[in-house]
T-cell receptor, first 112, second 113 residues
Framework: QKEVEQDPGPLSVPEGAIVSLNCTYS??????FMWYRQYSRKGPELLMY????GNKEDGRFTAQVDKSSKYISLFIRDSQPSDSATYLC????????????FGQGTRLTINP | EPEVTQTPSHQVTQMGQEVILRCVPI?????FYWYRQILGQKVEFLVS????????KSEIFDDQFSVERPDGSNFTLKIRSTKLEDSAMYFC???????????FGPGTRLLVL
């Protein structure tokens, strides 16, 4: 079983739709959960960061973590064409230096 | 806003040649990282670096790879004898401390022929 699994998509939705992106993981030692956005030929850019189960909201973005199910989600409300990118989930355990373990990335397109 | 920078943006090299990829982390950050992303695959951790030594390295980071902080601003990744399979996007990242957010640079696209 892969450490972090993420549906690579591609996912295409109309502008204004609610988008749900998901990752599952197998390593129960993961304590930190992140969502990065990556535009084509650019580096990953941090969107959301959380270390507890539950929801965390930031504007149109909501990150959800369910440690009991080893499942994390990112919801995007009122999606915009500028949200079109690849979304990467990433996780790490608590240790001296954070080694991030990434999912495959989901390619998202928001159609005007 | 401070950002991580990387040079060159693209590098083409012949198999067996040495390459050095350069990064300038955010100035007050103390932890430095290299990741790579082979086309169509996941971003993979290579190495973390703190206090002038390697904190952790992955299985990918074998004897062909080395990292260095030659001065107070640069952080480099050297591949001694490149292989075809080293072709990838290489990302540098830095963070204030081990539990803080990692900020990524724009990457260096390495092509080994």
């Amino acid at each position: 079983q892969k450490e972090v699994e993420q549906d690579p998509g591609p996912l295409s939705v109309p502008e204004g739709a609610i988008v749900s992106l998901n990752c599952t993981y197998s390593n129960s030692a993961f304590q930190y959960f992140m969502w990065y956005r990556q535009y084509s030929r650019k580096g990953p850019e941090l969107l959301m960061y959380t270390y507890s189960s539950g929801n965390k909201e930031d504007g149109r973005f909501t990150a959800q973590v369910d440690k009991s199910s080893k499942y994390i989600s990112l919801f995007i409300r009122d999606s915009q064409p500028s949200d079109s990118a690849t979304y990467l989930c990433a996780m790490s355990v608590i240790q001296g230096a954070q080694k991030l373990v990434f999912g495959q990335g989901t390619r998202l397109t928001i159609n005007p | 806003e401070p950002e991580v920078t990387q040079t060159p943006s693209h590098q083409v090299t012949q198999m067996g040649q040495e390459v050095i990829l350069r990064c300038v982390p955010i100035s007050n950050h103390l932890y430095f990282y290299w990741y790579r992303q082979i086309l169509g695959q996941k971003v993979e951790f290579l190495v973390s670096f703190y206090n002038n030594e390697i904190s952790e390295k992955s299985e990918i980071f074998d004897d062909q790879f080395s990292v260095e902080r030659p001065d107070g601003s640069n952080f480099t990744l050297k591949i001694r004898s490149t292989k075809l399979e080293d072709s990838a996007m290489y990302f540098c990242a830095s963070s204030m401390d081990s539990k803080e957010t990692q900020y990524f640079g724009p990457g260096t696209r390495l092509l080994v022929l």
